[in-house]
């Protein structure tokens, strides 16, 4: 058996190649509005500041790197994926949207289990769909407070878990079950898909992901449901 780490590197991969249009036709594109949603969370850590700078874990294709670009305020995003296939179609993307190099934007090769960055370095942090990915949860949102600046934000998107019991079970005992199907037809690769929603199963609520955040040091935490609870943000403050 694989550890977490080269397990899930081999998945994405994998699936790189594919991974935009899969997310697409699974969520009918709403991925895209849970995205934005996220970044107007964390952005509240910019106020009216200038020459502010972010830091997207688990990256991947870069999303939401690219709706960091389109913020005036923010004049650096480090976006970082320890999977260089997942860097390379969000490169691709980018590229081709912006026709050349996106602005402001650095996409690197690198662990978000040990940052190479000093204490207190950014106004915001994001990650999406990557804290349930991650080997170490803990150890990630330890490295992100550090090189938070005081009074920076962290945001976090993922699947969540429904609280009304009806709603949960329709999730996923039916939703949720049609995911390696879609990822068998779409990506040729159910196992990948197969996984990502196993994993739902040892991932916390966004209640309980909530009020960890205490723990690590953070001074305010809530979170905000989106489709009922299926999806969850958790936003933290240094
Ligand atoms: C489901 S994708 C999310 C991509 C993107 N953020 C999005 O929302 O579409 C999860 C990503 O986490 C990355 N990942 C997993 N462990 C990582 C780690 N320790 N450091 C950096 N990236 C990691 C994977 O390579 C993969 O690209």
Redesign the pocket.
């Known amino acids: 058996m694989q550890d977490k780490?080269s397990y899930?590197?081999n998945?994405?991969?994998r699936i790189?190649e594919k991974?935009?249009l899969i997310?697409d036709v699974m969520t009918g594109s709403l991925?895209r509005s849970w995205?934005k949603t996220l970044v107007e969370h964390a952005a509240q850590a910019l106020r009216d500041k200038t020459n502010t700078r972010i830091l997207?874990?688990?990256?991947?294709?870069?999303?939401?790197a690219d709706l960091w670009i389109a913020d005036s305020r923010v004049s650096e995003i480090i976006a970082?994926?320890?999977?260089a296939p997942?860097?390379a179609s969000?490169y691709k993307k980018l590229k081709k949207k912006y026709q050349g190099d996106p602005p402001k934007l650095k996409m690197l090769e690198?662990?978000?289990?040990e940052l190479y960055y000093p204490h207190e370095h950014f106004d915001a942090v994001?990650?999406?769909?990557?804290l349930?990915?991650?080997?170490?949860a803990d150890k990630?949102l330890a490295e992100i407070y550090r090189v938070l600046k005081p009074g920076g934000y962290f945001a976090c998107?993922d699947l969540g878990h429904p609280s009304i019991p009806f709603i949960d079970w329709l999730y996923k005992k039916v939703f949720l079950k049609m995911v390696p199907t879609l990822g068998a037809s779409f990506a040729k690769d159910k196992d990948a898909y197969q996984y990502?929603i196993d994993s739902l199963n040892t991932w916390p609520s966004q209640k309980t992901l909530s009020e960890a955040m205490y723990d690590f040091g953070f001074k305010r935490s809530y979170y905000k449901n989106i489709m009922l609870g299926a999806i969850g943000i958790v936003v933290a403050e240094k």
Do not use: P, Q
């Open positions: 780490e899930i590197h998945l994405f991969t790189a991974y935009d997310n991925h995205k997207d874990l688990c990256t991947g294709t870069g999303d939401i970082i994926d320890t999977c997942m860097l969000g690198a662990d978000a289990l994001t990650i999406s769909f990557g349930r990915n991650v080997k170490d990630c998107l990502l």
